[in-house]
């Protein structure tokens, strides 16, 4: 759950600004009043604030949308609604402990505790929200078709597996930890790999975006993300039960506790 600096000239509210917002908004749905809120006379004092999950939510929705459907670019604060909570939760704690980085994000979810998040992210992932239609592509027939090839194919010659071998053969996800990759834009998806690639984004174990990512030529990451982002939603967006997930994951990208199927 990523949420980008807000570029100049975009007209969106500037990240220290929304970070501000989006902590008072934690801030009051945990009962904590802001310090004037003290010597505020009981007879102006403000209607009581109240204690919902969907109040919590309000310092993700100011950027991630009113139900996590994701800003309306993509990329300032992509798509939370229908995700693997597993998935959400996790990400959660890498912003807390530094293996994802993006300071707004950092800044919003710091004080928070497991059990909060974990609220956070089932609201979400039990959020159904239809998908917009794709945006045109703007990548060549050529470059669509190295995509398509590498998101249902793989590419054994540089040791990169297709993407629907892992996020799902709909690639709509896996659960309980691996997120789908349609609704999101081609930005975002780019700036991900990009991330894997440099370390910004990062796992505990195993590292295998990250492996995966560095295999790939800088051609390809946008070719992928170009391909990805222009294919209509699925009929069922929902992420796919563990069980249907029957390719063998590569022996190095085997979670903890796992056992790579023969």
């Not at 975009?10 to 989006?22: D, K, N, Y």
């Not at 929200?129 to 027939?141: C, I």
């Not at 560095?214 to 209509?232: E, F, I, K, T």
Request: aromatic residues 6%.
């Amino acid at each position: 759950m990523i949420l980008p600096l807000a570029r100049h000239g975009s007209g969106r509210m500037p990240v220290r600004a929304r970070c501000a917002a989006a902590c008072l908004a934690l801030a009051l749905a945990a009962g904590i009043p802001p310090a004037s809120a003290a010597a505020t006379p009981a007879a102006t004092a403000q209607p009581a604030i109240p204690d919902t999950i969907q109040q919590r939510a309000k310092a993700c929705t100011s950027c991630h949308g009113e139900h996590g459907e994701g800003a309306p670019d993509g990329n300032d604060g992509p798509r939370l609604a229908g995700k693997p909570a597993g998935y959400l939760l996790l990400q959660m704690r890498y912003f807390q402990s530094g293996q994802r980085r993006n300071a707004a994000m950092e800044y919003v979810l710091r004080q928070l505790d497991v059990p909060y998040m974990g609220k956070l992210a089932d609201f979400f992932a039990d959020e159904q929200v239809p998908y917009p239609p794709p945006p045109p592509p703007t990548a060549s027939p050529a470059e669509l078709q190295r995509g398509e090839r590498l998101a249902l194919h793989g590419d054994p010659s540089i040791g990169v597996p297709a993407c629907n071998s892992c996020h799902g053969t709909r690639l709509t996800g896996v659960q309980p930890l691996i997120p789908g990759l349609l609704g999101l834009s081609s930005d975002y998806l780019a700036a991900q790999l990009a991330s894997w690639r440099n370390r910004t984004r990062a796992a505990k174990e195993p590292f295998c975006m990250g492996v995966v990512a560095n295999r790939m030529y800088a051609a390809d990451v946008n070719a992928v993300a170009a391909w990805l982002a222009s294919q209509p939603p699925a009929a069922d967006m929902r992420p796919e039960p563990a069980a249907a997930q029957t390719t063998p994951l590569p022996g190095w990208c085997v979670m903890s506790g796992q056992v790579s199927k023969p």
